[in-house]
């Protein structure tokens, strides 16, 4: 498979490159087609190698084809592949995330529902903030509810496409009718501000197509060709889009794995990749089993995981590779010692065998867990980087400058407008910041509109008056000087004018050169995002760039360094070394799923994605002791690790000079001296937040905080009936729901 470019695309040249079942799949180019592609069996080829078919036998033009996936980084690899394939014939083609793409289709369309085209995306800061708001504003009793709390709710409700009437009509006790309300007033809100928040771009242009057929039926019509990667991750909402844009011609094709299925906790609904032939009937279906990354053993260790799910369908990997070394699973004393262990093995092999250390990775189930890791790092020496620690764009310093160029870009945009107003401090407290969102409700205007009636505020003294309207003044003068300068040119005007990164210098602290450095940093992503794009780059498009990237966007894959990142985000990439960590019943699998199947079936898929990342050797690691809530407590080894087939295993056993037993790489020994996970109380990691439990005396109840400090563990639990009630968990006799 040689991948050369075509210049004059040859159809049956495509077909060569590929194996049997890829060529199936890409020449079965009318009606829809499912295609179950394994891990590391060549979907992105397929997905590219298709469209470059699609193109060379003349059925459809570039601007008749779309095709989305989930992340930039697989719609870059995705649109390099195919311009390498057919150069000259790029023009007019959708390749993107859903995301990106549907906030392209909304800025062309979106005042049909009363956007204007330059609305702001807000992430998570900017959604917590508004949230805050509306709390504060409304008087609302936030019964102990984070914000956090109340959005992941609201995110729920979008995805499944709950309005905040029906989620009202169906709230069943207080908290619910807490987050009704909120929900209600953040969108009014956001539609005031002209933005839309993440769930938004996924559901707008749903209700776009549903208020216009016109609209609706003009896309329908354009798109002869849809292509969906990484389908099992559609929610509701992009499952309902995808029916509407493929009603008139049907010719879509998904690709995607169920056993790889893993955000069910932001909305994705396995069950539209494995009902896929229902909803379609004439579908086509192909499976790519041949993996073209990892050893036999790896793949055949990983199946034998996988196949403990009932909610997928029938597959195994299998590759013309070596059968490669047994995996490895590490049993060790403690989480300190399970940390010492990885990176003694981990600088034995870089100094013996001669690997870079960017070919190790480490993958755990929650970023608590990479603390004692980086420890251990730091004490060897060894460089490592942090996926999805603090991202660039949420850094203070960084989202500070972004604010003035939403600003710009939105004037309606109320929530950076306030950011900015008093950064670097000119005298706008929050005393008349609060006056002018008054007077701007009142007067049922924009909060930027307000800053230029200053005048006719007699509340406010001249001084700040002065003050807000020097502010306005700037932000107009550079509003009409957008058309006529770059973007990098703008942004660093208003860096220079605003005195920040003099301010930062004048501080001369480790932590100001530091933030001043991620200042220049953004500058020169500016410049960088606008040489990619083109003089036509706008503000526009770099900001909607900055708001749709991601933790993987960041990570330099060229660092001579090991990664560190969650399993979730490592779904995508391979490394020829592999370290899964704390591989122990209510840590992996997460404690709350063991009651749920179908929680628990995510959690395996979660391992066998894990799994699957490596291309050389796995290593599996749990620790008979955790530190938990400040506490050394006893771990019962994972589920998972007893489900492997030891056929394809090696058990290093470091744990037994604690026990006094004389090491051992026996199974069976192995298996005795572990008692069953139903035998360990998981009582401190089951309770959390949002569950809904059951007391003797009290009745039903709402979990709604956690307080883990001190020996036992106390509860604050909102009973339906009985109000809110302190509990000390050992005591409570609570049972769950």
């Keep these: 498979m040689s991948g050369k470019a075509v210049h004059s695309i040859d159809p049956e040249w495509i077909k060569k490159e590929l194996n049997e079942p890829q060529s199936q799949a890409v020449t079965a180019t009318e009606g829809p087609v499912l295609v179950l592609a394994g891990a590391g069996s060549g979907k992105t080829r ?3 190698y298709r469209i470059a078919y699609l193109l ?3 059925l459809a033009s570039p601007a008749e084809i779309l095709a989305m996936t989930f992340t930039n980084k697989a719609a870059a690899e995705m649109r390099e592949r195919v311009t390498r394939l057919a150069p000259n014939m790029m023009t007019g083609l959708w390749i993107g995330t859903f995301h990106s793409l549907f906030a392209r289709l909304l800025r062309r369309e979106g005042e049909c529902i009363g956007y204007d085209r330059n609305f702001s995306i807000y992430d998570e800061y900017d959604q917590n903030t508004l949230v805050k708001q509306i709390i504060e504003d409304l008087k609302l009793d936030t019964m102990d509810v984070p914000t956090s709390g109340a959005l992941h709710r609201i995110s729920d409700a979008k995805n499944n496409l709950v309005s905040p009437q029906d989620y009202l009509n169906n709230a069943q006790h207080p908290i619910e009718e807490f987050v009704a309300k909120v929900y209600k007033e953040y969108q009014i809100r956001l539609r005031n501000m002209n933005a839309m928040d993440f769930d938004d771009l996924l559901l707008n242009p749903i209700e776009l197509f549903e208020r216009f057929p016109l609209v609706r039926e003009f896309y329908q019509d354009k798109f002869h060709y849809i292509l969906v990667d990484e389908y099992q991750d559609t929610n509701r909402a992009q499952y309902v889009m995808l029916k509407y844009l493929a009603q008139k011609h049907k010719n879509i094709c998904v690709v995607g794995d169920d056993d790889q299925s893993i955000y069910r906790w932001r909305g994705a609904e396995i069950r539209n990749i494995l009902d896929f032939e229902k909803d379609y009937a004439t579908c086509s279906k192909f499976r790519l089993e041949q993996n073209y990354r990892s050893t036999q053993n790896i793949l055949s260790a990983a199946h034998s995981v996988i196949t403990n799910n009932r909610q997928r369908h029938a597959k195994k990997l299998w590759t013309e590779g070596p059968v490669g070394e047994p995996v490895m699973v590490l049993e060790v004393y403690d989480d300190l010692e ?4 990885i990176v003694d093995k981990i600088s034995y092999e870089f100094r013996r065998v001669e690997r870079n250390f960017h070919d190790f990775a480490i993958l755990y189930r929650t970023n608590a867990q990479s603390r004692v890791l980086e420890e251990a790092l730091r004490t060897e020496g060894i460089p490592y980087i942090i996926v999805g620690g603090v991202k660039f764009y949420e850094r203070k310093e960084v989202k500070d400058v972004l604010g003035y160029l939403k600003v710009l870009v939105n004037p309606a945009d109320a929530i950076s407008l306030r950011r900015i107003i008093n950064f670097p401090a000119r005298g706008i407290g929050e005393a008349s910041l609060a006056k002018l969102d008054g007077y701007a409700r009142h007067k049922k205007i924009m909060l930027s ?4 009636h200053v005048g006719s505020m007699a509340d406010l003294p001249k001084r700040i008056s002065e003050r807000v309207l020097a502010f306005s003044a700037m932000m107009n003068k550079y509003r009409s000087l957008m058309s006529k300068f770059s973007p990098f040119e703008i942004a660093s005007a208003i860096v220079e004018e605003n005195g920040i990164l003099r301010m930062l210098k004048e501080e001369n602290t480790i932590e100001s050169i530091s933030r001043a450095e991620n200042v220049r940093e953004l500058l020169s992503a500016i410049a960088d995002f606008a040489n990619s794009v083109g003089p036509e780059a706008t503000l526009e498009d770099f900001l909607e760039h900055v708001s749709l990237s991601t933790d993987i966007d960041k990570w330099d894959d060229k660092a001579n360094a090991v990664t560190l990142m969650t399993l979730h985000s490592a779904k995508g990439l391979e490394f020829p070394v592999v370290y899964i960590t704390g591989l ?10 063991l009651s749920d ?8 898929r979660l391992f066998y994605v894990g799994a699957t990342r490596s291309k050389d050797m796995l290593y ?3 620790a008979r002791y955790r530190r938990r809530y400040g ?3 006893e771990s019962v080894k994972s589920r998972f690790l007893k489900e492997l087939d030891p056929e394809f295993v090696r058990i290093d056993n470091l744990a037994r000079p604690y026990y006094g037993k004389h090491a051992t790489t026996d199974e069976q020994s192995y298996q005795d001296t572990m008692p069953d996970y139903e035998d360990e109380s998981q009582e401190r990691l089951e309770f959390r937040p949002g569950v809904r439990v059951r007391h003797p005396m009290f009745g039903k109840g709402t979990v709604i905080q956690i307080d883990a400090a001190g020996s036992n563990v106390k509860l604050l639990v909102l009973f339906d009936t009985a109000g809110r009630k302190r509990l000390v968990l050992p005591y409570a006799k609570l049972e769950i729901l």
């Design 46 to 48: 397929v997905l590219t």
């Design 56 to 58: 060379a036998c003349g």
């Design 338 to 341: 399970e940390a010492r262990t």
């Design 449 to 452: 509109e307000a800053l230029s």
């Design 584 to 593: 122990e019943e209510g840590l992996f699998p997460l404690s709350r799923s």
């Design 597 to 604: 199947m179908m929680a628990l079936e995510e959690e395996r």
């Design 620 to 622: 599996l690691s749990w």
């Design 631 to 633: 506490e050394r407590l």
